[in-house]
């Protein structure tokens, strides 16, 4: 009688293993590459939120400056400081500007690699009636220095009102009927890679303000 060997057959049956090519190896890590480099970009980069939410934050501010300018009569301006990295908003008030510490209208620094620029048209408003702005807004610095004072009370004084000496003048004037002149800024992201990003808060009218994305 013929015996026929099961083990043997079954181990003759099944399929060989074997080890994967090396051209398969290199597809493998080529396609996950190509996901890794998708997922690198769909992920969002925080400066591109840094932009935007700074841009954001100055259209409500100069927004609330101008309720502000209105509900008090006053006359505002928004300053640009420190090579476009930082703004604050001043008060024109007993003859100077003086920066405001309101909730809202303090001085701000932008984040680092954010700037802005800031343009301004000629103050129209002024200017149809024949106004002087630099005399409107004339500061007599002898008037806060007190030099002329020889006493010790004077130069006490003096020195007090060294202290009240006027801010520089703000670019962008907010009057007390909520006007202002017609102005473009930009802020953008001077991050090497993303130096393309950028958004602007304008008006054409000096009424209405808008804020939109400007991408170069």
């Known amino acids: 009688m013929t015996h026929t060997s099961q083990p043997a057959n079954r181990a003759a049956s099944l399929p060989r293993a074997r080890g994967f ?35 954001r934050v100055l259209y409500e501010r100069i927004n609330y400056a101008r309720e502000f300018a209105l509900v008090r009569s006053a006359i505002l301006g928004l300053r640009v400081d420190d090579n476009g990295t930082s703004y604050r908003f001043l008060q024109f008030t007993d003859g100077r500007w003086q920066e405001l510490n309101y909730r809202g209208l303090r001085r701000t620094a932008l984040d680092e690699q954010v700037s802005l620029d800031i343009e301004t048209a000629d103050l129209a408003l002024l200017e149809q009636d024949d106004t002087d702005i630099d005399e409107v807004f004339k500061v007599d610095e002898r008037e806060f220095t007190g030099r002329d004072s020889d006493d010790e009370d004077g130069a006490e004084d003096a020195g007090d009102r ?10 962008l004037f907010i009057f007390g009927s909520g006007d202002l002149a017609p102005f473009t800024i930009t802020l953008r992201d001077d991050f090497a890679l993303r130096a393309g990003t950028e958004w602007k808060i304008a008006s054409e009218n000096g009424i209405d303000i808008t804020l939109s994305r400007g991408d170069l």
């Open 162 to 171: 060294a202290k009240l000496k006027s801010q520089p003048t703000p670019q």
């Open 21 to 55: 090519t090396l051209v398969e190896v290199m597809v493998t890590m080529a396609v996950i590459g190509m996901l890794a480099l998708t997922v690198s970009f769909v992920v969002p980069d925080q400066r591109d939120d840094s932009v935007q939410e700074s841009a």
